[in-house]
């Protein structure tokens, strides 16, 4: 698979040289002076997964679940090798418990359209939090608008983490679907997923998990959770853009219609009558992104060589670096997280735009994240309306952070009143 | 790269921190609202003709220094002028702030446009061209559509 292993890049048992690690990245080879602090938006990828995807094109492309021949097997060998290696990383039960998808906000989507009409009636609720992103919030208001179900919202606390209080008193015999963060792309809060999934489950309800920013910094486990579906996306965990991930329990899913028709996802046609596949092809119609999917199974590859603990040692030890950095730049004020907070530092420095700030700081070079980061209701819960989000990867180290503090004190100075 | 400070001139920061005309009109006759949907940034744009001519007008709001000082700017400019002259202004500072020429404005626009001139450097910066251009859509569409409650979105 890769050639030297990566532990050989560490200079401590057991982690890794985020440093040494830039090497496996050729964006940062062809661009000497990046300090990328950009990766929630989009992660850069590992020269393994670039290579993977072109060497899949030149030599064992075809289509996939189609010809008899061999090309056309081995394809889908490489295709389904991909979701085994996706249910791994998420440890779910089963295979065809793992559907692939565009995005995070396809994997939504799919379910508010899917599993929403079939199951929910008018006057039911959906509960989702402050903290969700644009993709978590808009399918449940078309769901709404079309079928009449209620849109409940469960608040925050003054410290920007989840308030389960707040939440658990939202909850009612009338939710049957909690859909939730668990890391908000905003803010960086860990939502409390455990405590989240034991009481929605107590009061009869299904818990959707938006993994889109916890699958790139923290070990998930859908049956320790015990979630009932879980929406995660390539390109924010080092794999290609166009793929993304439902995990959902086999129950739910064989009970669960067509999304969208077509070929693959059916057993027989016939004018009169349809037969459809089991999950999770009876959910993928048409050929899919086989090359993405398979650049997403040696994204994981090389997240699981890294090891997810050292990852989430490494986010957690830069993270406290950065608040501790940040805090100290007079005006700064970092966005609450509650009690954890995992790779993102959004803030706000007084008297100075987010597009100001962000424009002084790619004049150092410093990618970062400027406006609503489709979180409108949260910034709104604020009083703001926007903020500048720093975001970490596997490739950032100290001296980014560094760096980050070093723009941003040029462009209070340049600002300043 | 270009020089931030091509971007960020001493008149831009000048007026982002302290911006002319920053208040309403109590009855203006014409009025919008511009919507960034890129940063959420809005701002209002009141309006007051009297005949033809531009008694007065004003802004409430918030966004960036650019498209703060650019809405100063633009009440500065725009005082007095009549709603013809405020058009062919915006048609000119549109093409330069795009990296265009617009039509040859008379002798008395052109100094009001070099006023607006340390604006244009927002050319050398795709991203930020709105910024500058937003209270002027705001403006197009109250002077089109008049009736309060107009949003323009820089789309």
Redesign the interface.
Known sequence: MRPASLRSLSPAPGGFDPHALRREFPIFANNPDLVFLDSAASAQKPRAVIDRIADYYRTDYANVHRGVYRLSARSTELFEEAREKVRRFLNAADRSEIIFVRSTTEAINLVAQSWGPAFLKPGDEVLVSVLEHHSNIVPWQLLRDRIGIQLVVAPINTTGGLDVAGFADRLSPRTRLVAITHVANATGAVVPVEAVVQLAHKQGAKVLIDGSQAAPRLPVDVQALGCDFYAMTGHKVYGPTGIGVLYGRSELLSAMPPWQGGGEMILHVAFEKTEYQEPPHRFEAGTPNIAGAIGLGTALDFIEELGRENILEHEEALTGYGVDRLSRIPGLRLLGAGQRRLGILSFDLD?V????LA??LD?HHVAVR???HCA?PL?EWLGL??TTRASLGVYNDERDIDALAAAITAGRE??A? | MMDLRELYQDIILDHGRHPRNFRTIEHPTHLAQGHNPLCGDRVTVYMSLDGDRIADVAFQGRGCAISTAAASLMTEVLRGKTVAEARALFNQFHARVTGGEGAALPETLEEEMDRLEPLTGVKAFPARVKCATLSWHALEAALKGGSPGTTVKTE
């Open positions: 008297g735009h987010p597009h100001d424009q002084v004049q400027a406006g609503h409108q910034m309306s926007g340049m600002f009143r």
